[in-house]
């Protein structure tokens, strides 16, 4: 009898507690969709600040504004951590056009990739040779390539619902052919824009060279997906025709930039560590509202919305804007070398990177035990619509965090129409909707409250109320 009666307060009790956390997120999502600071905060970063690239005027405006945002908010602890940054400036726009024969041009739009080099001053004139992929180039060998212009023109695929996995698809040759292509020889490189959907932006990114000499650093740009369209028409209708492009790209020495961080303390475990973030940076041609504005402001709000909550956190839970992820990834790096430093126990880190768009669930970078009581959490978002998680990836910036003793989760919002803006000039505040914003804040908020209120280890998680 004594048995079956601490079993059914057993089962009470977790009843109780499942009801609790029901009603704490509710609570949660009423503040973030009825008095919500996300939109207000990404307005600033987006309009009154804008593009946000490493080492530019506009990053370190950025750094200013939100640690004084952070520091309105009451907050145990902000501070601003020191890391060298690259700094890459784009200069005059950029210039191509597709020559049929002498003086019959037409005109296509380009952007440089991150970390190009410039073109000579009279530009880059040459033959274009149209290649699929980078296995393809190298079976081209040298013969055909040498002193030729190499368009890379491998679309996204279309019948992968998963837009990342379509985008993985075909990164490389964005970011490894100038590399691959200076090897053989090649005087440019021209790349079809990493996009679903046919426009005329080209869309950014960055690139590498690798080891390769400076003399056989050659220069490298995106171009738009309908012009990459119209090129390997003409292409296919008379290969001798001739590329012209002309980009005033510099690398410039390293400067000093930094990680924006505010802690609240925990009340019961202030040496174990939650992290929440997003990175700060941005590419220079739209202002940088999905990518990452949206993740910043998200990541701001939580820590707002736990206090406006009156939650009190057990663990010390720190809002992280990462400084220079798009071209180095040196902000994330930098926070987990201090981490490491310091000896600090991290024990969850979620990060918001794939924009700004209506929220469908997480990605959990865990053991498979650890993601089996994770599992047990996703009634608790079901009312939300949140009924997507899975076992993966996370993110780029709290991927240094990685070890035994970390969860780390990514939150996935709908990505269909994310590589519309993904590094364009189309990444601007009106692509973003406020209550899509607004309802990613709270998801994140949600979920962070969970690891703060149970922990990681399987034990503790496996006490929450599962149907």
């Given at each position: 009898?004594?048995?079956?009666?601490?079993?059914?307060?057993?089962?009470?009790?977790?009843?109780?507690?499942?009801?609790?956390?029901?009603?704490?997120?509710?609570?949660?999502?009423?503040?973030?969709?009825?008095?919500?600071?996300?939109?207000?905060?990404?307005?600033?970063?987006?309009?009154?600040?804008?593009?946000?690239?490493?080492?530019?005027?506009?990053?370190?405006?950025?750094?200013?504004?939100?640690?004084?945002?952070?520091?309105?908010?009451?907050?145990?602890?902000?501070?601003?951590?020191?890391?060298?940054?690259?700094?890459?400036?784009?200069?005059?726009?950029?210039?191509?056009?597709?020559?049929?024969?002498?003086?019959?041009?037409?005109?296509?739009?380009?952007?440089?990739?991150?970390?190009?080099?410039?073109?000579?001053?009279?530009?880059?004139?040459?033959?274009?040779?149209?290649?699929?992929?980078?296995?393809?180039?190298?079976?081209?060998?040298?013969?055909?390539?040498?002193?030729?212009?190499?368009?890379?023109n491998r679309p996204m695929q279309a019948d992968?619902?998963?837009?990342?996995?379509?985008?993985?698809?075909?990164?490389?040759?964005?970011?490894?052919?100038?590399?691959?292509?200076?090897?053989?020889?090649?005087?440019?490189?021209?790349?079809?824009?990493?996009?679903?959907?046919?426009?005329?932006?080209?869309?950014?990114?960055?690139?590498?060279?690798?080891?390769?000499?400076?003399?056989?650093?050659?220069?490298?740009?995106?171009?738009?997906?309908?012009?990459?369209e119209l090129l390997s028409t003409m292409l296919?209708?008379?290969?001798?025709?001739?590329?012209?492009?002309?980009?005033?790209?510099?690398?410039?020495?390293?400067?000093?930039?930094?990680?924006?961080?505010?802690?609240?303390?925990?009340?019961?475990?202030?040496?174990?560590?939650?992290?929440?973030?997003?990175?700060?940076?941005?590419?220079?041609?739209?202002?940088?509202?999905?990518?990452?504005?949206?993740?910043?402001?998200?990541?701001?709000?939580?820590?707002?919305?736990?206090?406006?909550?009156?939650?009190?956190?057990?663990?010390?839970?720190?809002?992280?804007?990462?400084?220079?992820?798009?071209?180095?990834?040196?902000?994330?790096?930098?926070?987990?070398?201090?981490?490491?430093?310091?000896?600090?126990?991290?024990?969850?880190?979620?990060?918001?990177?794939?924009?700004?768009?209506?929220?469908?669930?997480?990605?959990?970078?865990?053991?498979?035990?650890?993601?089996?009581?994770?599992?047990?959490?996703?009634?608790?978002?079901?009312?939300?619509?949140?009924?997507?998680?899975?076992?993966?990836?996370?993110?780029?910036?709290?991927?240094?965090?990685?070890?035994?003793?970390?969860?780390?989760?990514?939150?996935?919002?709908?990505?269909?129409?994310?590589?519309?803006?993904?590094?364009?000039?189309?990444?601007?505040?009106?692509?973003?909707?406020?209550?899509?914003?607004?309802?990613?804040?709270?998801?994140?908020?949600?979920?962070?409250?969970?690891?703060?209120?149970?922990?990681?280890?399987?034990?503790?998680?496996?006490?929450?109320?599962?149907?």
């Amino acid at each position: 009898m004594k048995q079956f009666c601490i079993l059914i307060l057993f089962i009470f009790s977790l009843q109780v507690s499942a009801q609790s956390d029901a009603e704490t997120i509710k609570t949660i999502y009423s503040i973030s969709l009825t008095n919500g600071k996300s939109y207000e905060w990404l307005n600033h970063l987006s309009n009154t600040i804008g593009p946000r690239l490493s080492g530019s005027f506009g990053a370190e405006q950025a750094v200013k504004y939100t640690k004084e945002e952070l520091e309105k908010l009451g907050l145990d602890k902000v501070w601003l951590q020191s890391v060298m940054v690259p700094k890459w400036v784009r200069g005059l726009p950029e210039f191509a056009y597709i020559e049929t024969e002498p003086g019959q041009t037409t005109h296509v739009n380009i952007c440089a990739l991150g970390g190009s080099v410039e073109t000579p001053n009279g530009g880059v004139r040459a033959q274009v040779v149209e290649v699929k992929g980078i296995d393809e180039l190298k079976a081209l060998g040298k013969e055909k390539v040498k002193g030729k212009i190499v368009f890379f023109n491998r679309p996204m695929q279309a019948d992968l619902i998963d837009t990342f996995e379509a985008y993985g698809g075909c990164a490389d040759q964005r970011y490894a052919g100038a590399y691959e292509a200076g090897k053989l020889g090649a005087v440019g490189v021209i790349v079809r824009s990493l996009n679903l959907r046919l426009d005329d932006f080209p869309h950014t990114g960055s690139m590498t060279y690798g080891d390769l000499p400076v003399s056989q650093r050659i220069p490298s740009a995106a171009i738009s997906t309908n012009h990459a369209e119209l090129l390997s028409t003409m292409l296919a209708l008379n290969p001798s025709i001739n590329f012209f492009f002309k980009q005033n790209c510099q690398q410039l020495a390293d400067v000093e930039s930094f990680n924006v961080i505010g802690e609240i303390t925990g009340t019961e475990f202030p040496d174990e560590y939650i992290v929440v973030g997003g990175h700060l940076d941005s590419w220079d041609l739209g202002d940088g509202s999905h990518d990452d504005g949206a993740g910043v402001v998200q990541s701001m709000d939580v820590l707002r919305l736990l206090k406006e909550s009156g939650i009190k956190p057990k663990r010390s839970i720190r809002v992280v804007l990462f400084m220079n992820e798009e071209n180095g990834l040196r902000g994330g790096k930098k926070y987990a070398e201090v981490a490491k430093s310091k000896g600090e126990n991290h024990i969850f880190a979620l990060e918001s990177d794939s924009g700004g768009f209506t929220p469908r669930g997480f990605s959990f970078d865990s053991s498979d035990a650890m993601f089996e009581k994770v599992l047990g959490w996703k009634e608790l978002f079901k009312p939300y619509l949140i009924h997507y998680f899975e076992k993966g990836g996370s993110g780029a910036d709290i991927g240094p965090l990685k070890s035994d003793g970390i969860v780390l989760a990514g939150l996935k919002p709908d990505s269909q129409r994310y590589f519309d803006h993904h590094h364009a000039a189309t990444d601007t505040f009106d692509a973003v909707n406020k209550r899509e914003l607004e309802l990613g804040a709270a998801a994140m908020a949600s979920l962070v409250y969970l690891f703060d209120t149970y922990g990681t280890s399987v034990e503790m998680i496996n006490k929450t109320f599962k149907n």
